[in-house]
Protein backbone atom coordinates (compact mmCIF):
# COMPACT_ATOMS: atom_id res chain seq x y z
CA UNK A 1 0.00 0.00 0.00
CA UNK A 2 1.35 3.61 -0.78
CA UNK A 3 0.16 6.67 1.22
CA UNK A 4 -0.68 8.41 -2.13
CA UNK A 5 -3.08 6.24 -2.77
CA UNK A 6 -5.20 6.69 0.35
CA UNK A 7 -3.99 10.26 1.56
CA UNK A 8 -7.37 11.56 0.19
CA UNK A 9 -9.17 10.07 3.23
CA UNK A 10 -6.42 11.95 5.83
CA UNK A 11 -6.52 15.12 4.29
CA UNK A 12 -8.68 17.53 5.66
CA UNK A 13 -9.37 19.29 8.96
CA UNK A 14 -10.13 17.28 12.67
CA UNK A 15 -11.10 18.20 15.72
CA UNK A 16 -11.13 16.02 18.86
CA UNK A 17 -10.32 15.08 22.22
CA UNK A 18 -6.34 14.81 23.30
CA UNK A 19 -5.59 12.59 26.39
CA UNK A 20 -2.27 12.79 27.70
CA UNK A 21 -1.78 9.80 29.72
CA UNK A 22 1.05 10.31 32.59
CA UNK A 23 1.25 6.99 34.35
CA UNK A 24 3.15 7.77 37.20
CA UNK A 25 0.94 9.78 38.49
CA UNK A 26 -2.09 9.03 41.13
CA UNK A 27 -4.77 10.70 38.08
CA UNK A 28 -2.81 10.16 35.43
CA UNK A 29 -5.10 11.50 32.10
CA UNK A 30 -5.09 14.95 31.01
CA UNK A 31 -7.51 15.63 28.42
CA UNK A 32 -8.36 18.55 26.25
CA UNK A 33 -10.04 19.96 22.99
CA UNK A 34 -7.47 19.44 19.60
CA UNK A 35 -7.00 20.33 16.38
CA UNK A 36 -5.56 18.47 13.52
CA UNK A 37 -4.79 19.40 10.12
CA UNK A 38 -3.92 16.62 7.40
CA UNK A 39 -2.35 17.87 4.12
CA UNK A 40 -0.23 16.22 1.55
CA UNK A 41 3.37 17.49 0.10
CA UNK A 42 5.47 16.58 -2.59
CA UNK A 43 3.20 15.66 -5.16
CA UNK A 44 1.36 13.98 -2.48
CA UNK A 45 3.90 11.67 -1.80
CA UNK A 46 4.20 12.54 1.69
CA UNK A 47 0.99 13.09 4.75
CA UNK A 48 2.05 16.37 6.82
CA UNK A 49 -0.27 15.88 10.21
CA UNK A 50 -0.58 19.30 12.54
CA UNK A 51 -2.39 19.11 15.69
CA UNK A 52 -2.14 20.79 18.93
CA UNK A 53 -3.77 20.60 22.42
CA UNK A 54 -3.64 21.73 26.24
CA UNK A 55 -2.05 20.85 29.23
CA UNK A 56 -2.48 22.71 32.76
CA UNK A 57 -3.73 26.03 30.50
CA UNK A 58 -0.65 25.87 28.13
CA UNK A 59 -1.48 24.99 24.29
CA UNK A 60 0.96 22.23 23.25
CA UNK A 61 1.47 21.52 19.27
CA UNK A 62 3.22 18.83 17.32
CA UNK A 63 3.96 17.97 13.59
CA UNK A 64 4.29 14.39 12.03
CA UNK A 65 5.47 13.96 8.32
CA UNK A 66 5.27 10.28 6.98
CA UNK A 67 6.33 8.65 3.11
CA UNK A 68 6.98 6.12 1.87
CA UNK A 69 8.84 4.83 -1.16
CA UNK A 70 6.78 3.45 -4.14
CA UNK A 71 5.40 0.34 -3.71
CA UNK A 72 6.51 -0.82 -0.81
CA UNK A 73 5.12 -1.00 2.89
CA UNK A 74 7.85 0.83 4.57
CA UNK A 75 7.23 4.03 5.98
CA UNK A 76 9.61 6.89 7.73
CA UNK A 77 8.66 9.87 9.55
CA UNK A 78 9.48 12.50 11.47
CA UNK A 79 7.70 13.61 14.56
CA UNK A 80 8.02 16.81 17.24
CA UNK A 81 6.04 17.96 19.38
CA UNK A 82 5.95 20.97 21.82
CA UNK A 83 5.31 19.45 25.05
CA UNK A 84 7.58 16.60 25.74
CA UNK A 85 10.77 16.82 23.32
CA UNK A 86 13.37 18.48 23.75
CA UNK A 87 14.14 20.17 20.37
CA UNK A 88 15.50 16.86 18.84
CA UNK A 89 13.23 15.56 15.48
CA UNK A 90 12.39 11.79 16.52
CA UNK A 91 13.43 9.88 13.25
CA UNK A 92 10.32 7.07 13.39
CA UNK A 93 10.66 3.73 10.80
CA UNK A 94 7.16 1.41 10.40
CA UNK A 95 5.10 -0.15 8.03
CA UNK A 96 1.67 0.82 6.09
CA UNK A 97 -0.54 -2.22 5.78
CA UNK A 98 -3.02 -2.95 3.22
CA UNK A 99 -5.80 -1.65 5.04
CA UNK A 100 -3.68 1.60 5.03
CA UNK A 101 -2.71 1.55 8.75
CA UNK A 102 0.58 3.23 9.77
CA UNK A 103 2.56 1.79 12.99
CA UNK A 104 5.74 4.28 13.26
CA UNK A 105 8.25 3.22 15.94
CA UNK A 106 11.28 5.70 16.79
CA UNK A 107 13.15 6.06 20.06
CA UNK A 108 14.54 8.80 22.46
CA UNK A 109 17.63 9.60 24.89
CA UNK A 110 16.86 9.89 28.52
CA UNK A 111 19.25 10.58 30.90
CA UNK A 112 21.73 7.34 33.01
CA UNK A 113 19.22 5.33 31.31
CA UNK A 114 19.24 3.18 27.81
CA UNK A 115 17.24 4.63 25.13
CA UNK A 116 13.31 4.43 25.36
CA UNK A 117 11.20 3.75 22.39
CA UNK A 118 7.85 5.37 21.13
CA UNK A 119 5.41 3.68 18.88
CA UNK A 120 2.39 5.61 17.37
CA UNK A 121 -0.69 3.82 15.43
CA UNK A 122 -2.28 6.09 13.05
CA UNK A 123 -5.20 3.66 11.35
CA UNK A 124 -6.27 4.63 8.25
CA UNK A 125 -9.45 6.86 8.79
CA UNK A 126 -13.04 5.46 8.59
CA UNK A 127 -16.51 7.14 8.72
CA UNK A 128 -14.87 10.35 9.27
CA UNK A 129 -13.35 9.50 12.05
CA UNK A 130 -9.35 9.18 12.95
CA UNK A 131 -7.56 7.95 16.03
CA UNK A 132 -3.85 8.51 16.93
CA UNK A 133 -1.92 6.30 19.77
CA UNK A 134 1.69 6.99 21.43
CA UNK A 135 2.91 4.41 23.39
CA UNK A 136 6.00 4.68 25.38
CA UNK A 137 8.23 1.57 25.36
CA UNK A 138 10.67 1.21 28.47
CA UNK A 139 14.20 -0.59 27.65
CA UNK A 140 13.00 -3.55 29.17
CA UNK A 141 9.94 -3.47 26.74
CA UNK A 142 7.35 -2.65 28.94
CA UNK A 143 4.80 -0.62 26.74
CA UNK A 144 2.60 2.19 28.57
CA UNK A 145 -0.12 4.19 26.55
CA UNK A 146 0.97 7.60 26.79
CA UNK A 147 -1.36 10.03 24.40
CA UNK A 148 -4.39 8.64 22.45
CA UNK A 149 -6.54 11.01 20.58
CA UNK A 150 -9.84 10.82 18.58
CA UNK A 151 -10.84 13.35 15.64
CA UNK A 152 -13.89 13.78 13.96
CA UNK A 153 -13.55 15.02 10.57
CA UNK A 154 -14.72 19.04 10.18
Known amino acids: MKIKDINNKFIGNWYGKYRLILSWLPNPDFISNSNMTIK ?3 NGKFIVMTYDWQHEDQTQD ?3 L ?8 EVTASWVDSW ?11 KINEHGDITLLGSYEVTDSPNWGWRIEIPCPSEN ?5 MYNISPDGEESLAGDANYDRV
Open 40 to 42: TIA
Open 62 to 64: GLI
Open 66 to 73: VGNENKLS
Open 84 to 94: GMSGKIMNCNG
Open 129 to 133: KIRIK
